[in-house]
């Protein structure tokens, strides 16, 4: 039997490298000489990395690299023909990667581990790795090592060949040295024994253990020896040329969004946050275990209340029958109880005429009672006009307050006259989502040195103008007061003057403001054909079309922190030194442009933000305002706007 089995891996091993020899495998340095070429891809069927439906390959990893075959012939102008091979076991795709010297990947949810990065390469990682130990349902949840080894001992160990769950389980075996192991083919019949049998145990993906949590599969997760690599990855041989494409593909400014949109489309929201919050540094273990709990015990109440829906749907089917039952009886009742009243009608007839003459006399009574009421309802009337009159009152000196208050906001900004000439050409959007706004723009010159600035202060109306407010004042004191040009060092000096003002380090106020800040250095020859320039933003970005490239709208980056509230305060703002050509345009926003929304909820985007700009760039400066506004109308219709808007341009 043994030598059966035997064979029949030899023969499964023989077809596949075959089949793989069949297929042209070149190296990237030939492709990109000959400008064309093959590559091949072999894979394990295993949901939702890369698997068949229907004879058509889907998966995580086969859309991640068909979206990088289709970067690489962009880029590079070549033609690639990627070739998929199917493999029946994890243990034969690895041994495939070991045997192959270049022009091959391995699409089969590779961990990247110290032992493999000795004998095989990988890309960089597409998503956090962690594995987790899971148990048949019948095994208590331990809470030390002393319990695991009582409990464990006698239990059996589910592993697949070669894989890392093979690797975890070994690095368990000095606390189980006598572990009875079983190698099993596919990852999903680990899986689908552990739910099914009791006293089994072995090692999930997070991922794929709440996928089959989610999909109402009976297995536990053990709280203890979770392990955290370092990503997962697609992998390719040792000698393989492949990782140079493979970099430029996940440097490219685009790759977060092709990887979350792939994500988002396998694993969904809550696993994909779930993922972040795990593997964040800024988390403890308690609080990464507490998210993961929290995600367990949600996806628990969902089957209880799928549970609970299928017995209200019994229920509701046996009331309705209940219902009809009682529906016809009162039918029967019914026309029973009208015979009877047919009956008693003659003799209720001389009654009612007396009852009649009774009710006339009271009726007599009940209309004086009526003409008293009716007194005491005009006397309330007058009452609740005289309370109208009053809070129309006390409505127009809240009206008048915030108008004086947009008075004040107004004087606070900077004067057309200051903008011409500082900046020359330019234009301002500002859209206030009420009345006043706690979006603000700021402008000085020290020292033949203009800065520019553009704040989004939490909240908007009253609190956001009373926060803009104090930021103006901040502004001031830090760059006309005390003379400090350095974006970076502006930046960090608001940032602590917001805390202290707010008194933050005292109580739970988190309020703040993102901020982009832009200095302009006067030149230093009348005839010099650029400016040099220092940005640095609080979670604002700089955008920029050079005078030399205006086909390109190109975009410095703010800093991932904002100014105020709870920050790392390890992480300090950086100045970004550069020089633009005379002639280049520069834009500064807040956030609220983009993230209006229309009727269909969705957002204009940032994306689409900068193909607005990059679209108007040849337009003069008042044609591009009017066009940006034009297109906030058009997205969003008759939905009331979301947040302040606030978007500069100039020409240098």
């Known amino acids: 039997m043994l030598r059966i089995h035997l064979l029949k891996f030899l023969l499964v091993f023989l077809y596949t490298s075959v089949g793989i020899c069949c297929f042209a495998q070149n190296s990237w340095q030939e492709i990109k000489s000959n400008g064309k070429g093959e590559v091949t891809i072999v894979y394990f069927d295993f949901a939702p990395f890369a698997y068949e439906e229907n004879k058509v390959i889907k998966g995580i990893e086969y859309e991640l690299i068909m979206a990088f075959v289709d970067f690489a012939e962009k880029k590079y102008k070549v033609k690639i023909t990627p070739r998929f091979v199917r493999s029946t076991n994890f243990a034969q795709v690895y041994d495939t990667l070991l045997s192959s010297k270049n022009g091959l990947m391995a699409a089969a949810s590779f961990s990247i581990t110290e032992k493999r990065l000795r004998e095989v390469k990988f890309t960089p990682a597409y998503l956090p790795d962690v594995e987790v130990l899971i148990c048949s349902n019948n095994i208590p949840i331990v809470k030390d090592t002393a319990e695991f080894v009582k409990v ?149 109440n969902l089957q209880l209340k799928n549970k609970s829906l299928e017995v209200a749907r019994q229920t509701a089917w046996r009331n309705s029958f209940l219902i009809g039952l009682l529906v016809l009886a009162a039918i029967a009742f019914f026309i029973y109880n009208r015979y009877r009243a047919k009956q008693r009608t003659n003799i209720l007839l001389e009654q009612k005429n007396q009852e009649i003459e009774k009710q006339k ?109 104090i930021g103006t004042i901040i502004f001031d004191k830090i760059i006309v007061s005390q003379q400090i040009t350095d974006p970076a060092t ?104 983009a993230d209006q929304n229309n009727l269909q909820r969705k957002k204009i985007g940032e994306e689409n933000f900068k193909l607005l700009l990059l679209k108007n760039s040849s337009l003069p400066l008042k044609a591009q305002a009017e066009q940006l506004i034009a297109a906030l109308i058009q997205h969003k219709q008759d939905l009331p706007q979301r947040d302040d808007i606030l978007v500069m341009g100039f020409r240098l």
């Open 490 to 593: 502006i930046l960090n000096a608001v940032h602590l003057e917001i805390k202290q003002a707010l008194k933050q380090d005292e109580s739970d106020n988190r309020d703040g403001m993102d901020t982009a800040i832009l200095r302009i250095e006067a030149a230093s020859d009348a005839e010099a054909t650029s400016k040099k320039l220092a940005f640095c933003g609080a979670k604002r970005s700089l955008y920029y079309v050079s005078q030399n490239n205006p086909g390109t709208l190109q975009e410095i980056r703010g800093e991932r922190k904002s100014i105020g509230g709870k920050q790392n305060e390890n992480k300090q703002f950086k100045t970004h030194t550069f020089e633009l050509e005379k002639g280049s345009l520069v834009y500064l926003s807040t956030d609220g442009f």
């Open 361 to 469: 006399a009271e009726l007599i009574e009940k209309n004086e009672e009526l003409a008293q009421l009716n007194e005491e309802i005009i006397q309330q009337r007058e009452a609740v006009e005289q309370a109208h009159i009053s809070l129309q009152r006390r409505n127009d000196l809240v009206s008048k307050s915030i108008q004086s208050a947009l008075t004040i906001q107004q004087a606070m900004l900077p004067y057309a006259h200051r903008l011409q000439d500082a900046l020359g050409e330019y234009f301002v959007v500002y859209e206030p989502k009420d009345i006043v706004s706690g979006d603000f723009y700021w402008l000085g010159k020290v020292n033949q040195q203009i800065i520019v600035a553009v704040a989004d202060c939490t909240g908007h109306g009253i609190p956001g103008a009373f926060m803009s407010l």
């Open 152 to 300: 464990f001992a006698p239990l059996q160990a589910l592993s697949i060949k070669k894989s890392s769950y093979e690797q975890n389980l070994i690095q368990l075996q000095k606390w189980l040295p006598n572990m009875q192991l079983q190698n099993l083919n596919h990852f999903e019949e680990v899986s689908r024994r552990i739910a099914s049998e009791d006293n089994l145990y072995s090692y999930a993906q997070l991922t794929s253990y709440i996928l089959e949590r989610k999909k109402g599969t009976s297995i536990k997760r053990q709280n203890m020896f979770q392990v955290e690599k370092t990503g997962q990855a697609i992998a390719m041989p040792k000698t393989s040329d492949w990782d140079e494409p493979w970099e430029d593909f996940f440097e490219q400014p685009e790759f977060n969004t092709i990887r979350k949109k792939i994500l988002l489309k396998y694993f969904g929201d809550d696993i994909n946050e779930l993922m972040e919050a795990i593997t964040s540094t800024d988390k403890s273990v308690g609080g990464k275990a507490v998210d993961l709990l929290t995600l367990e015990t949600e996806m628990q």
